[in-house]
């Protein structure tokens, strides 16, 4: 089995009603191209609620998201600079739905008094019909048949075996 190899991805963003959108299918565009299909929807909708809840809430519409895949993990973050924001507080909020859709989330402080608000998932084995034995591929030799003995015509001036090892047997 191929190791997967690990990805990040930032993007600073200033945060409008018209970029949340933009930023909804860039995240889903790393996250295909990182194979991670399933959990684009996910991701996605979670990243949309923090978004929408800065664009409402915040003074300092300016916001980081980041995303680490490391091949059993997608860490996704969102830091803003803003001080009065608290999503923690609206108890059917951005956050009730980020519990509900990862399989664990977080909020730290920065040092410029922002936070960070993290949410996380465990890669999923993709879900697939179940294995049929097919039959092999044929080889080369199975699949090019071996041309068939042709009977060529023989020129009219040519001459016969018999005749040819007369003329050898002269000589």
């Known amino acids: 089995m191929k190791p997967a190899v690990p990805c990040y991805y930032h993007l600073?963003?200033?945060?409008?009603?018209e970029r949340v959108g933009q930023v909804k299918r860039i995240l889903g565009a790393h996250l295909r191209y990182w194979n991670l299909d399933t959990l684009v929807d996910s991701v996605?909708?979670?990243?949309?609620?923090?978004l929408h809840t800065i664009d409402r809430h915040a003074t300092d519409k300016n916001t980081t998201i980041e995303m680490w895949w490391n091949g059993s993990h997608l860490i996704t973050a969102v830091s803003d600079n803003d001080q009065d924001l608290r999503p923690h507080n609206e108890p059917q909020g951005c956050l009730a739905q980020i519990a509900?859709?990862?399989?664990?989330w977080g909020c730290c402080a920065t040092g410029a008094g922002g936070k960070i608000i993290w949410f996380s998932w465990r890669a999923r084995a993709a879900e697939h019909a179940p294995l049929v034995p097919t039959t092999p591929m044929p080889s080369?030799?199975?699949a090019r048949r071996t041309p068939r003995q042709v009977a060529l015509p023989e020129p009219a001036l040519a001459v016969s075996r018999h005749d040819a090892e007369a003329v050898i047997a002269v000589t």
């Open 140 to 142: 080369l030799r199975e």
């Open 12 to 17: 600073d963003v200033e945060v409008s009603p």
């Open 44 to 50: 996605c909708h979670c990243a949309e609620a923090l």
């Open 100 to 104: 509900a859709l990862s399989d664990g």
